[in-house]
């Protein structure tokens, strides 16, 4: 089945270091997303990537969808004590299915 | 609070026993997803309903699960004769637009099977 393999797995960082992580597939999707998860909570969304080559920013983050359709990376500048947390890639493939693919996390952890 | 809630926010039982979620989506919005998120793992989708029509079933959804919409509005998703490694997450959420992957989860039902 698709999978998404995300990298690194975990990321320890001085507060205000920049960080930079992606998420790659064996298959293409039609739309990218990347969404934070807090301990005890769902995820959430941050940003939503709908076209090949599209680079979107949210404030301190900035995302990109692969040229490929195969990847995406995301990128925080300035890392702040509430950027902590585990951040998930994930994918939607065929147009009209339903189901998100995501990645197994990365667990971002920031020293102040 | 608006957002997507969950009941109970944590299960114990023991094995063999049922069990069952009830989730309650954002009021406007006509799409409902169940997602099962283990330790250390993204979440894996389970089913997707748009309204009361359950429209897609992951192969993870064994006979022992089934999920209902009944009204199109909340969503409760049962376990039968649960096993050890049901244990896991639970993950509701939804959605108003379609295609977009942009969901808004609950905060989740935690399951512990003994």
């Known amino acids: 089945g698709q999978q998404l393999n995300q990298s690194p797995q975990s990321m320890f960082i001085q507060e205000g270091e920049d960080v930079s992580m992606n998420c790659t597939s064996s298959?293409?999707?039609?739309?990218w997303l990347w969404y934070k998860q807090d301990p005890g909570e769902g995820p959430v969304l941050l940003i939503a990537?709908?076209?090949?080559?599209e680079l979107t920013s949210n404030g301190r983050l900035t995302a990109q969808f692969g040229i490929t359709r195969k990847d995406s990376f995301l990128n925080i500048s300035a890392s702040i004590p509430s950027d902590v947390g585990i951040y998930f890639c994930?994918?939607?493939?065929?147009?009209?299915?339903?189901?998100?693919?995501f990645g197994q996390g990365t667990r971002l952890t920031i020293n102040p | 609070d608006t957002g997507v809630s969950q009941d109970p926010r944590h299960k114990i039982t023991k094995r063999g026993q049922n069990v069952t979620f009830r989730c309650d989506p954002i009021?406007?919005?006509?799409?409902l997803y169940w997602y099962r998120q283990t330790l250390g793992q993204g979440p894996e989708f389970l089913t997707y309903?748009?309204?009361?029509?359950?429209?897609?079933k992951s192969r993870l959804l064994s006979d022992r699960f089934s999920a209902e919409r009944p009204k199109g509005s909340f969503s409760t998703l049962e376990i039968q004769r649960t096993e050890q490694g049901d244990s896991a997450m639970y993950l509701c959420?939804?959605?108003?637009?379609?295609?977009?992957?942009?969901?808004?989860f609950g905060e989740g039902s935690r399951l512990t099977v003994l």
């Open positions: 009021s406007e919005h006509n799409r």
């Open positions: 990537l709908y076209k090949a080559g």
């Open positions: 298959s293409i999707f039609n739309t």
């Open positions: 959420a939804s959605s108003l637009r379609s295609n977009t992957g942009e969901l808004f």
């Open positions: 309903f748009q309204n009361e029509a359950q429209l897609e």
């Open positions: 994930a994918g939607q493939g065929i147009q009209g299915a339903q189901k998100l693919v």
